[in-house]
């Protein structure tokens, strides 16, 4: 199962796309890379297997392991309504309280992604778990083929959000004004002044002042 990680975790990188392989000492079956989408995230794969305890403390450990922030894709073999499962198993619970645990953000929609061929149903094992400042940043959906599988492809999609940078504020660059046409355009008349109403006052003398420095001092880009 790690090789199967492995191809699908190639599958997931564009050699256009700088990455780098982030090492893991797991007792899990898990490989995870470090990828640079708009910004630098962990990408994970981690295979749960039916049959087998899956120890809190690997869990915990695993995440511990990974760069934040990250998102864990992967076959959890766990049921809870809490991604879409009409019903809960130990696994499911487990996971959901793992999830609790590291605050994690679940990005199913409920789709199912598997299909038990023997009892003709369908259900939700796959999951795709992320920090939450990776949430937004990604939509999850199921592919429509099976492809031969007892599962469904399941795809993140990048979402563009907008930068949340820090946008430096634009500044008056006073050694390049005008102050000859600003003398001319900011006159605080008479009339301006001689309002009844202070409100307006204020608010005229402030639009002329302004109206001048927009049109005789230039801004910082």
Known sequence: MKMNLVELLEGLLSHD??????????????VAVRVMFSYLVTVCTLYLS?????NDRDL???VDELPT??????????HSPFWGSKN???????IKEFVNTHSLCILNNGEDTYFHQRSGTFHSLDLA???????PYFNFRVGVDLRDSDRF???????????????????????????????????ITRSIVEGENLNEVVN????????AVDASIPKSG
């Open 88 to 94: 809960t198993n130990p696994r499911g619970r487990q």
């Open 153 to 187: 492809p399941i795809f993140l999609d990048r979402v563009n959000v907008g930068s949340n940078d820090a946008q430096r504020p634009t500044r008056y660059l006073f050694h390049r004004a005008d102050w000859t046409n600003f003398t001319l355009r900011a006159l």
């Open 50 to 54: 039916p049959n087998t305890c899956v």
């Open 129 to 135: 778990l992320c920090t939450p400042s990776s949430a």
């Open 204 to 211: 005229l003398v402030t639009k002329t002042i302004i109206t």
């Open 60 to 62: 915990n450990r695993l």
């Open 17 to 30: 796309t700088p990455s780098s392989v982030t090492t893991l000492h797991t007792n899990l079956q898990a």
């Open 69 to 78: 922030p990250f998102i864990i894709i992967g076959d959890f073999n766990g």
